[in-house]
C-alpha cells in the first residue's frame, strides 16, 4: 500500500504474513496494549511506522493533516489470515537454508545451546533470531522416488557464524517462516526443563527424608521337640 506522509512516499505492509520476525516482534507488545481514546493516536503512530519499515518517532514530526493516514494504514491491514506453514526450506542468495522440524526432534547440542539462550538475558528480538539461527542451517537437499529430502548441515555455535546468520535472518526472515519453529521448540524445552526440575525436586526430597533408627536385639528361637 503506497502512502504519503509529511511529503514523504512509504510502502506499508498491509499483510500480517509479509511481516518481518524482527518487524513482528516490535508490533507484538503494542497489539497487547489497551487502546483508549488518550493514545489513539499515538498507538496508530508507532504500529504506522513498523508496517513502514521506518525507525521508531519517525512520524513525529508528521503535520497534524496526516493523522487520519495512520488509522488508513492501520484499517487496511489484514491480520485475520495468519499461515499455518511448516516451511522445509528457503533460499537466501545462493545459499539453501533447512528448517528444523517438528518430528525431527533435538541434538544434544542444539538443546543445550537452546537451553542457555532461553536463560539467559537478553533483548527478546535477538532471542528469538539466535534461535533461529540454531534451527534454520544451510543444508542441502536429496531427491528421492520423486520424493524430496532436505537435511542440515551440522550445528556450528561459533559466535562468528551465529552472528552473521543472525544478521542474514533480520531483514530476510518473514514471521510466517518462524513462527512455527520459535513457538513449537520454545515449549519443547519450557515442557522438558519443568518436567526435570520436578524430577530433581523429587530426588531432593527423598534424600532429606529421615532415616529411621531400628532398634537392634537379640533374637530367640525355641527348639522343636
Not at 504474513?17 to 503494542?30: A, G
Not at 517438528?102 to 537478553?122: C, N, P, Q, R, V
Not at 550445528?155 to 535472518?169: A, K, N, Q
Request: charged residues 30%; proline residues 3%; glycine residues 4%.
Amino acid at each position: 500500500m503506497k502512502i504519503t506522509i509529511n511529503n514523504i512516499e512509504y510502502d506499508a505492509i498491509t499483510d500480517l504474513n509479509d511481516l518481518t520476525i524482527v518487524q513482528f516482534m516490535k508490533l507484538e507488545p503494542l497489539i497487547a496494549n489497551e487502546v483508549n481514546e488518550y493514545n489513539k493516536e499515538l498507538y496508530n503512530m508507532r504500529i504506522s511506522e513498523i508496517l513502514c519499515d521506518v525507525e521508531e518517532n519517525t512520524f513525529d514530526d508528521a503535520p497534524l493533516s496526516d493523522m487520519g493516514k495512520f488509522e488508513e494504514i492501520l484499517n487496511n491491514f489484514n491480520t485475520s489470515k495468519m499461515s499455518d506453514i511448516w516451511p522445509t526450506h528457503k533460499m537466501i542468495g545462493d545459499t539453501l537454508y533447512v528448517f528444523k522440524q517438528e518430528s525431527d526432534g533435538f541434538t544434544t547440542g542444539e538443546f543445550a545451546t537452546l537451553k542457555i539462550l532461553m536463560t539467559k538475558d537478553m533483548d527478546p528480538i535477538r532471542r528469538a533470531l539466535n534461535m533461529l539461527s540454531i534451527m534454520i542451517r544451510p543444508g542441502t537437499s536429496e531427491v528421492k522416488e520423486e520424493k524430496t529430502f532436505y537435511k542440515q548441515e551440522r550445528l556450528d555455535t561459533h559466535p562468528l557464524t551465529i552472528d552473521s546468520r543472525i544478521e542474514l535472518f533480520r531483514d530476510n526472515l518473514k514471521w510466517i517462516d518462524g513462527q512455527k519453529l520459535i513457538s513449537f521448540f520454545l515449549t519443547t524445552i519450557k515442557e522438558y526443563l519443568v518436567n526435570m526440575n520436578s524430577s530433581m525436586g523429587s530426588q531432593t526430597s527423598l534424600k532429606k527424608q529421615p532415616v529411621k533408627k531400628v532398634k537392634s536385639g537379640k533374637a530367640t528361637s525355641k527348639k522343636q521337640v
